[in-house]
């Protein structure tokens, strides 16, 4: 199969590459279009070429499956040779996104041309790489070295209508057409090939403190393809074109041998599976979706509201109080005029989305949605008085959601009639910014009302994975285990202060007592008390119930277990608390010791991960890349290690976590620490993977 026609319009040669779903450059593609080169030179009549992509979008980059891979065809390098060095004018016309070596081979040719609203960037950064085929020599030359070196290092795409000299010139319609005729209007000046390389920059083009700036703040986060983009785009500035080229390639080198490039690109296709079900019947498809109807209108509902609102669907957001609902109306409308100050929105597209939100105080208004999304109080009774009345009033066929974070879905679906269209989606606070939804299915889900939940989910730009029905779903429960072992270790001899730091120091974006704090001791404090007794350890509630009972409910009555200054989110250490955990301690009889950062790590990360396998295992995560992908993008795990899973397997190994384990075991006691007997057999020698069960 060829990836893509060449025709012959006249005097131009159009190339276009056809490789669904986002002509990735893999080794065809390269194939393709040093043979359409090839095929061009040998017909004298041709005087010019146009590169263009079939489908939704021009080249979206390198072909990620095949990195490093050394797969046949010309390299990168060959194929921007030709293009650079070719003897007729090339002219790029670029659509969707051109994206990573997309871009890059756009840059090496002479002319580009794009349509409005198609966007450009270089998001190898993201895949733990730098954009290895001459991106980071030659967009600063057209871009400027300041704006290039933040494209490079964001990872972020520009649109191109903001993108100066690198796109000669932008249309509103029938872009492969005005690129032939400009094609043809180059062929009959007679213009030459022109070539980026030959664009130098001069120590006056750029602040020289820049790199040093990019390197401070890159640094902080440990991302080292970061820190690699910012000593090529500075070779770019200083190097001469051929010297910056070598750079760069040294640069790519050092960055795939780099574990974060490994973990990184693991993410990328976890993210992309997460949201595949094994084993639904062939013929289940996604119902359709076109007005969204949601219960409550708190700080979850407003989120999930613009969330939906701003992916183009009309929402009905219900509350039986005007209160909530005068609130709910304010906070959208500042938040969309807060997008507007900050330069994030137009005016009119920020009101068009505030107007797809309309109010609703009966639940008769939702009677036409397709899909209602139940965000009220976390409470049982609460959730099934709910979804009785709903099943009344909504029509058959449409899908009812809860956004439970704990609750049993099954319990919820069976105050319905419908127990079939009843699932989860999890949304993430705040939930117009987080990118995970958890599609919690119930025992009686419906193939095709799982199928909908995902889609919507895409739809509205989340990162859906989904969840069996056991309590906390994925994360919340995972994240219990590794709550457990922070409480233990306040107990045993540490500090939140410390604990926080070496979990922070590991990557994570938050310490778990700083999180505590956020999200309020109040929310735990209640469900300790819900809990059947006996499924947890009892000491570990002394500390923070003694904190609530003490009024020290968080950031919100500024101290927790840290104390905060009037209008400061910044924690302070607190003697208070050291007291009252020392005094704990005291009274259980433990006797405290010293504990160092790596026994706080693995204490708190194995234990994640332990129950990560017991969710496998259960069959209530599909996949171990699931987890991963629930647990970098809702808590805060660091991308560069690729998830806990991917962590323990190919950072530690699983020989090693289970050894680990059972050190915990006879130190600290065996309750928590069995491995779990699918950790165990994976551990084994010959298998060390986690991957997926399902
Ligand atoms: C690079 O270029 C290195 C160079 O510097 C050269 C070095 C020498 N390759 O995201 P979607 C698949 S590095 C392979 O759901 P959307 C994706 O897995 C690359 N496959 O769609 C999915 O497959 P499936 C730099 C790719 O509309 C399907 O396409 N480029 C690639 O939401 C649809 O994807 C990037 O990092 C790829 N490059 O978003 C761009 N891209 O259906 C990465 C996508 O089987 N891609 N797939 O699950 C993206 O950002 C988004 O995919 C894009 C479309 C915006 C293009």
Redesign the pocket.
């Known amino acids: 199969v060829t990836a893509g026609t060449f025709e012959k319009r006249g005097q131009v040669a159009l190339v276009t590459v056809d490789n669904p ?2 002509n ?3 080794g065809a593609v390269r194939t393709f279009i040093a043979k359409s080169l090839s095929d061009t030179l040998a017909d004298p009549r041709l005087g010019a070429v146009v590169l263009a992509c079939a489908g ?2 021009f080249m ?8 490093g891979t050394g797969v046949a065809g010309p ?3 060959e194929l921007i040779r030709l293009l650079d060095a070719f003897p007729l004018p090339v002219v790029a016309a670029i659509h ?2 051109a ?4 871009l ?1 081979l756009a840059l090496a040719c002479h002319f580009r041309i794009a349509i409005k609203g198609a966007r450009i ?4 950064v ?2 733990g ?5 001459q ?1 980071t020599q030659r967009l600063p030359r057209l871009l400027g070295v300041a704006r290039a070196l933040d494209m490079i290092t964001s ?1 972020e795409p520009i649109d191109v209508e903001a993108a100066g000299r690198v796109i000669d010139r932008v249309v509103s319609e029938d872009l492969v057409g005005s690129a032939l005729a400009f094609a043809r209007t180059l062929v009959r000046s007679g213009a030459q090939p022109r070539s980026v390389r030959d664009i130098s920059i001069s120590r006056s083009d750029y602040d020289p403190g820049l790199f040093e700036d990019a390197r401070q703040k890159a640094q902080r986060s440990g991302h080292f393809a970061r820190l690699r983009a910012i000593d090529a785009v500075e070779a770019a500035a200083t190097l001469p074109f051929d010297m910056g080229v070598r750079r760069e390639l040294d640069l ?1 080198g050092e960055c795939f041998r780099h574990p974060q490039s490994k973990a990184l690109r693991h993410l ?2 976890a993210e ?2 997460a949201g595949r079900v094994p084993g639904l019947p062939a013929g289940a498809s996604p119902r359709r979706v076109e007005r969204v109807g949601i219960v409550g209108a708190g700080t979850m509902g407003v989120g999930i509201a613009m969330s939906l609102a701003n992916a183009g669907l009309p929402v009905t957001l219900l509350d039986t109080s005007e209160e909530a609902l005068d609130r709910a109306m304010a906070a959208i409308a500042s938040t969309y005029v807060g997008s507007v100050q900050r330069g994030r929105l137009g005016a009119a597209e920020a009101a068009a989305r505030q107007a797809r939100v309309k109010r609703a105080n009966d639940m008769g208004s939702l009677a036409d949605c397709d899909l209602v999304i139940e965000a009220a109080f976390e409470a049982m009774e609460v959730k099934r008085a709910i979804f009785g009345a709903l099943d009344a009033v909504i029509r058959p066929g449409a899908i009812l959601t809860t956004n439970t974070s704990y609750l049993s879905v099954d319990a919820i679906a069976a105050a319905t009639g419908r127990p079939g269209d009843v699932l989860g989606l999890h949304f993430f606070a705040p939930a117009n910014v987080m990118r995970l939804c958890e599609v919690v299915r119930g025992s009686q889900t419906s193939a095709d009302a799982l199928l909908t939940a995902v889609q919507l989910a ?1 739809r509205i730009g989340k990162a859906p994975v989904v969840a069996g029905d056991s309590p906390g779903f994925i994360g919340n429960r995972m994240i219990q285990a590794y709550g457990r072992e922070a409480a233990l270790l306040l107990l045993e001899g540490a500090l939140p202060e410390q604990v926080d730091a070496a979990l922070t120091g590991f990557g994570m974006a938050m310490g778990v007592f700083r999180m505590h704090d956020m999200s309020g001791l109040d929310i735990g404090y209640r469900a300790r008390r819900n809990r059947p007794p006996g499924s947890s350890d009892a000491r570990i509630g002394l500390v923070p119930d003694r904190l609530v009972e003490a009024g020290r409910l968080g950031l919100k009555s500024r101290c927790g277990y840290y104390e905060y200054d009037e209008g400061s989110r910044e924690p302070r250490p607190s003697s208070f608390t050291r007291d009252l955990i020392l005094a704990a301690s005291a009274e259980l009889g433990m006797k405290r010791r010293s504990i160092d950062d790596a026994e706080i790590i693995d204490r708190c990360l194995l234990a994640l991960v332990n129950e990560g396998f017991a969710l496998l295992r259960e069959g209530n995560a599909y996949r171990s890349g699931d987890i991963d992908t629930v647990y970098v993008n809702g808590y805060g795990f660091p991308a560069t290690l690729g998830g806990p899973m991917f962590w323990a397997e190919h950072m530690v190994g699983l020989d090693r976590v289970v050894q680990r384990m059972r050190e915990f075991a006879n130190a600290v006691g065996d309750r928590w620490w069995q491995p779990d007997p699918l950790l165990v057999d994976r551990a084994a020698p010959g298998k060390r993977t986690a991957h997926a069960v399902a």
């Not at 979206?60 to 990195?67: F, Q, R």
């Not at 960037?121 to 190898?124: C, D, H, K, N, V």
């Not at 790489?129 to 085929?133: D, L, N, S």
């Open positions: 779903p986002v990735a450059v893999s939704r979008t979206a980059g390198a072909d990620i499956a095949e990195l390299s990168f390098a969707g996104t994206l990573g070596g997309g890059e960037g270089l998001p190898e993201k895949l790489i730098i954009p290895g085929a991106g990872g790519i990328f296709f992309r599976q895409r």
